[in-house]
């Protein structure tokens, strides 16, 4: 368990601006991963292995993508016991994303609302943080690095951008996540759509078995989608995914939706909510994907997950992995070990 009860620590976060609060965690984190102190926060990884689209992990909790998106911190975050650590997103050329105030807790729902915008220092800044972390994947840690576009990209050459991040990212993953559902560029859920995610994942992954053939690396390809979808679009994306060769997909992306939060503080506000009233929208989508995919195709579970349940929920829906974020934020570094117990087969 951590040194520092979590109780102990977040009113003193809570007190402060969210993406303020989540900035000073991150670059503390940054300072103190891989030196004693790191005790502070660190959790025992329990041994729950499980191999996917070609790939060991040491067992089926995650960190979501968003929460590091400059990869300062995969040592760090590692250390809670995550079996895998996914950190972006990542576009090819630096931004600062959409203007603040841009983060919103709405705590009576264990729900935050963003609409950073893909905001990170860009790729070469990324590589060389994912190149300094060592320890979480000396000890069998799996990374995954996520890539999106640039916001100025227009969305007719999107793929260009991600083609960018795919290159760039290759060398140093185990897995690479296609990020086409943020809310929060323009225009980027668009790429969901039946022809142009099928134009956009056909140049990927011919890129990427280029990429594999040269470097004799294979690295599985997954394509994270919205919650905010149809069933015939769930059908329409699981057969693309499927025609093109993906090795994966992730559901779900944050929601635009605000039934679950309505009368709320800040539950008005523009962008992406996620936390505890996602969690039945993104196991909607993952039965659908698991009825409508092959057996044995790789679903990753996010949204929602605040307790060991909540993982269990995910996996009885129909994942095999499951990530989390907006718990991480209300529940503290606990929740990951209260989830991998709650999941390990004994």
């Not at 102990?8 to 601006?17: E, M, N, Q, S, Y």
């Not at 959409?98 to 590589?127: Q, T």
């Not at 009233?277 to 990753?300: D, H, T």
Request: hydrophobic share 40%.
């Amino acid at each position: 368990m951590p040194l520092i009860p979590y109780a102990l620590t977040r009113p003193f976060l809570f007190g402060l601006d969210p993406e303020h609060a989540h900035e000073l965690t991150l670059d503390g984190i940054a300072r103190l991963q891989n030196t004693p102190a790191q005790c502070l926060w660190s959790g025992e990884r329990i041994s729950d292995p499980v191999t996917l689209a070609g790939l060991r992990f040491p067992n089926r909790i995650g960190l979501a993508a968003g929460l590091d998106k400059n990869g300062r911190c995969i040592d760090g975050l590692g250390a809670m016991g995550f079996g895998f650590i996914e950190v972006g997103t990542v576009t090819p050329k630096g931004q600062p994303g959409n203007d603040k105030p841009r983060m919103f807790r709405l705590p009576e729902a264990n729900a935050l609302i963003n609409r950073l915008g893909f905001n990170n220092e860009g790729l070469a800044s990324f590589v060389a943080n994912v190149k300094r972390a060592y320890s979480f994947r000396a000890a069998g840690g799996v990374l995954g690095l996520n890539i999106g576009k640039n916001a100025a990209t227009p969305i007719e050459n999107a793929a260009d951008d991600y083609l960018l991040g795919l290159e760039g990212v290759f060398p140093h993953a185990d897995y690479i996540t296609i990020n086409i559902s943020s809310p929060n560029t323009k225009n980027l859920r668009a790429l969901q759509s039946d022809e142009a995610l099928d134009a956009l994942l056909s140049r990927l992954q011919q890129r990427k078995l280029q990429l594999e053939g040269q470097t004799g690396r294979t690295v599985p390809m997954f394509v994270k989608i919205a919650p905010d979808l149809e069933e015939a679009q769930v059908g329409v994306i699981a057969q693309t995914l499927k025609v093109n060769g993906i090795d994966g997909v992730i559901a779900t992306n944050t929601t635009i939706a605000r039934d679950q939060v309505q009368g709320l503080a800040h539950a008005d506000e523009t962008g992406g909510l996620s936390g505890a009233p996602v969690f039945e929208a993104s196991n909607r989508v993952i039965r659908l994907l698991r009825a409508a995919l092959p057996q044995g195709y790789p679903i990753i579970g996010v949204g929602g997950v605040l307790s060991g349940d909540d993982a269990r929920a995910k996996i009885e829906a129909g994942a095999d992995l499951v990530q989390v974020y907006t718990g991480l934020i209300y529940k503290g570094p606990g929740l990951v070990a209260d989830c991998a117990k709650a999941l390990a087969r004994r």
